[in-house]
Each structure stands twice: as C-alpha cells, then as structure tokens.
C-alpha cells in the first residue's frame, strides 16, 4: 500500500523492456549522428549508397528489436542488441582505419550496459565480443595486406581499459541488486504483516482521499473495494481529534491520524490507524453500571450508618428537653443534626441520580451572605467564625439545591476537621473569569492524597462518608465550573477556588 504513494522514492528492480526500448534510441542517436560526421568528413571509404544501406539496416534492426520486446524475453534481447552492436561497431572500425579508428571506443558502451544489467559474468560476455572483434578485423585485414603484429599489443591497452569498466559497472549492478533485495525482502514482510494484522490501516494523500486500505480495515468499516479514492470526510464524520474513539455503524471505533513521512522526514500524506473496541467499550459500560450498583449498595451502609448517630442525638436531645424546656441549647443540638441528616440524604440522593431540576442566575454573592446569616441567626455551628470578602456581585447558572450542596458540604467538612474554624469566602474577577474562592485555617489536605480525596468513599475522617468533596467535583463538571483543590503544600490549610467564566 505504501508504494502506490511513494512509487518514485523505492528501489525498482530493472525493467529491462525499458532498457531495451533506451538502448534502441542511444543507438538511433549515436549511429546516425557517426554516419552524417563521416559522411561530411570523407572518413568513410565506401560510396554514398552503402552509407545509405548500412543507415537502414541499423533502422531496419532497431524496428525489428522494438517489436521483440514486447514479445519475447528480455534479457536475450538485450543480448541480441549487444551482438548488433559489435556488428556495427566492428564494421565502423574496419571501414575507419583499422589501426586508429576512434569507433573501438563504443565497445566500452557495449560492456557497460551488459554488466550494469546483468551483472560479472553476462558483463563478461561484452569483453569477448571485443577480443573477437579484434581477432576477425585483424584477420581480414592481414589477408589483405602485411599489418605489423604489434597492432594486436596495441589493442592490449583498450582491453585493460575495458576490463576496468567491466568491473566498475559489475560492482554498481552487484550493490544495487543488493539494495533491490534488501527491499524486495523488507517490502514483502511489511505487506504481510500489514495484511495479517487485526488493526486497520488507511492510508492518505495531501487532499485526504484514501489511497490504500488493508482487509482488516475493510472488514472493520464493512466496505469493499470502492473505499479507494473517497475522502476521510465521507467516511468518518468530523474527526476533531487527532486520537480518539468514536461510534460508527453500532460500532466503537478506536483511531489515531498521524502524518506519513519518509525517511528524510518529509510528509508525503496520513496514516490513519483504526481498530474495533466494541467489545472494550461495552465491558466498560456495562462494568461502570456494576460499579454504580455496587457504589451505591457501599453507600446505602455508609448512610444507615451516618443516619443512626444523628438520630441518637435527636432522640436523646428530644427525652432530656421533655425534661428542661427551658435549656434553648438543646434545640440548637437538634436543628444542627437535622441539618447535618439533610446534608447527607441530598448527597445520598445526588450520588445515585443528579437533580434534573432548572437552573437559575443565581447571584453568588446575595446567596452566600444569606446563606451564612442562616447560621449565624440560628446559631447552627456556632464554634465557626465566617469571613467574607464578596467584592463582585457575579451570577451563576445553577440550581439553588446544587449550590446549597456546594456550601453544605464545604463547610461540614471544615467543622469535621476543626470545630472552630475560621472559614473565608472571597469573590473577585479578572478580564476572562469570575472566582470564588473558599479556604479555612484546618490542617489542609497532604499532597500524596489530593487525587484520592475526590474519589467517592474516601475519606480520613473516621466518621466521614467520602461524599463530601466528590459531590462537589460532579456538580462543578455538570456545570462547567472550573474548579482547583489546593494542597497543604501550596496553601497553610484547606483551600478550594471555583472558576467561571464570565459570559455564564
């Protein structure tokens, strides 16, 4: 798949019916450019017609290869062509002054191309095309006339520079055949591996059509072949992210895009990686649902628990005011513990399922100084000290439960901690956001934990339920409030600052 996108980056085996159809016009050019030199130099000594006739012979012979290639093997071709050639050359050097004729030279192209394609020993055979070459001139030419046989000694020197090229252009056809192999090898175990994967695998060009796709892609998708072409966009419907999963066809498909580059680095497309997590996805449901079940049996003891205690001290409260009317202290007790059973009935009920009442603008900062003027006038937690600092009067949309809750929770948990806590609320705001912010002057909560105190059920108060905090972190996400829990290492006890944005 990946050479239908990067066909002129690999290394490509020789195509010898190209190199046949190269070497037909090298010829056509070389030959016919020597005839019109010698012709217009009087080199040749022989008359206008057989310069003529040896023009189309080798026309005639370059047709006839042309249409063999198409036809018959290749690699015998080519042979044939070197043949043809020495056929020419060796009637140009005969014709040219035998003893100096500067046409031995081409015997080099001769043996350079038989040995680049095929290699040491088809590259041999240009070698002695050469030599015979030279023994047959040199015959015909010693039955004509006494030629000294030191021309023979002579030829030495072209063959020593022939062997030279024979085994330079041996070598290069040996190194690339070598990297031929190596990716021919590299190349199968790469589309094994790509079709024999249980992964899809889509691959891209720039405009984002879908060039490649193996069968488990196909199988995945429930598409054919006519995937082919088609634009990401047409398959997959806005994919926003980079890396995601997303529902296709009843299916979860779990992806990531990512940039196809070469070795150099350049982008040459995408590569789109995909599985099926269906079955994944749907343990994970049907898992959070047992886990729901399970959470809210946990809690269901948790409750009774926490409801038990509260209702102790109201039925004792009740016997002893039966007892002294006039001691107001005690109903102080049983509004406290009734609120407190109030607090943790809402968690109760938030954790199992969140109030789908509307939401409200609420001003925060009217809602805060009522709802601390509630204790303050009922002398509910009485040990508790508030400050507030409520310089903007911003509004929220929420549900008054919800952010009764917030409050409710909050504060449970600093007179848990420390009875008589010092509680400050603040509110401010900057170009983008609102704040509120909630600290105390408790012990604060240990970094090794923070992550921990926002799960349901965690708790190291040995009275506490753990819903606290976590009733807080789902009403802020079901809200889009932005909200950071501080460390005991970033503040000198408890401290929690809500974000919201401003256009809320």
Known sequence: MINVLLKDKLVIPFDLKKINNIIILIRLLIFYFILILVYFTNQFKVYLNELIGLALFIAFISLIIFILNYTINNKYL???????DVIIVSYLIYNTNFLDSPYIIFFAFIIGYLAFVFGFKIGLLGL????????????????????????????FQYLFAFIIIYLLTSYLHYQYSK????????????????????????????????????????????????????????I????????????????????????FR?????????????????????????????????????????????????????????????????????????????????MILNNLLYFGKPAKKEKELIYVNDFIENFISYFKINEI???????????????????????????????????????????VIETFRDENYNYLVYYDNGPGIDLSIIDDVLKPFYTTKRTGSGLGLYIIKEICENNDILFKLYSNDEFNGFKIEFKITKNT
């Not at 591996?193 to 891209?204: H, M, S």
């Not at 069968?215 to 429930?222: N, P, V």
């Not at 903007?392 to 929420?398: D, M, Q, V």
């Open 78 to 84: 080519l042979i044939f062509q070197s043949i043809i």
């Open 128 to 155: 002695i095309e050469f030599i015979l070459s030279t023994l047959l001139i040199y015959l015909i030419y010693s039955l004509k006339s006494n030629i000294n046989f030191s021309y023979l000694l002579n030829q």
């Open 179 to 234: 990297r031929v192999r190596e990716y021919e090898e590299l190349h199968d175990i790469h589309e094994v591996i790509v079709k024999n994967i249980g992964i899809g695998i889509i691959l891209l060009d720039e405009q984002n059509r879908v060039v490649s796709c193996n069968d488990a892609g196909k199988k995945i998708l429930s598409l054919d072949d006519k995937i082919i072409g088609k634009k990401l966009d047409d």
């Open 236 to 259: 997959f419907v806005n994919l926003e992210l980079d890396e995601d999963i997303i529902s296709f066809n009843d299916k979860f498909i779990g992806y990531k895009l990512q940039d």
């Open 262 to 342: 070469d070795e150099h680095y350049n982008r040459f497309g995408k590569l789109l990686i995909f599985q099926d997590v269906t079955e994944k996805e749907n343990l994970k449901i049907e898992l959070a649902k047992k886990q729901k079940l399970a959470n809210l049996g946990q809690f269901s003891a948790i409750v009774a628990h926490e409801i038990k205690n509260p209702l102790g001290a109201i039925k004792g409260s009740i016997q002893i005011i039966k007892k002294q009317l006039t001691d107001n202290k005690l109903l102080d007790i049983v509004e406290r513990e009734i609120n407190k059973l109030d």
């Open 381 to 423: 937690f009485d040990e508790l000290k508030f400050v507030l600092k409520l310089n903007n009067n911003f509004k929220l949309l929420i549900t008054e439960l919800e952010l009764r809750q917030i409050f409710w929770n909050l504060i449970m948990n600093s007179y848990e901690v420390k009875y008589d806590a010092t509680i």
